[in-house]
């Protein structure tokens, strides 16, 4: 009976070892191949298929990704193609894949032009998307997004268009087209 109590013990322990060993895994398993979907558009090395109508989203912003992922799945925020998308993830798998792309590194490119900085908007930018326009709870990066990805969600929350922040279309409408270009130049050439 000590025998068997001791090898059944034995078993048992291996087999939680195991279990807790693998489970890790295979979880981190199933999130990249879940992630794998985002890689048609987002790019498998982080460089966008379309970067002028498809953002980056391998080292973005953790919360921001969350956000944007929920407000897909919830309507609001709207897109033939990320909707469908985020409505078919479980909250525990929208946060799941927003971490596991905050944790990228964000795609090296080939240092474009400087730019002048903007006489006027920038500096109410830096606020939420930090000095270097590197993001930081909760806004997103917008240094090194393409000029026009960034001029076309400038454009879309000025005309309240795109409406899931409620700050954004304010200071959007207080630009002027040339304005929000030129601060779009800026910010794709860091």
Not at 32 to 51: N, R
Not at 116 to 127: D, V
């Amino acid at each position: 009976m000590f025998m068997f109590t001791r090898f059944f013990s034995g078993i048992f322990g291996l087999g939680i070892g195991l279990a807790v060993g693998i489970a890790p895994a295979h979880a981190a398993d199933e999130i990249e191949t879940k992630a794998q979907l985002c890689a048609a558009c987002h790019g498998d090395k982080g460089v966008p298929a379309d970067p002028k109508t498809i953002p980056v989203i391998w080292g973005q912003e953790r919360s921001y990704l969350m956000k944007q992922l929920r407000d897909f799945r919830n309507g609001e925020r709207n897109s033939a193609v990320m909707s469908p998308i985020a409505k078919g993830l479980a909250e525990d798998d929208l946060r799941k894949i927003a971490v596991y792309f905050a944790a990228k590194t964000w795609p090296a490119r080939p240092a474009p032009a400087k730019q002048p900085l903007p006489p006027k908007g920038i500096a109410q930018c830096q606020a939420c998307h930090q000095p270097n326009f590197q993001g930081g709870m909760p806004a997103p990066r917008l240094a090194g997004l393409s000029y026009e990805y960034l001029v076309a969600a400038m454009r879309a929350f000025a005309a309240e268009q795109r409406t899931n922040n409620l700050d954004m279309p304010k200071f959007m409408q207080a630009l002027t087209d040339r304005e929000r270009s030129a601060i779009a130049r800026y910010l794709s050439a860091l």
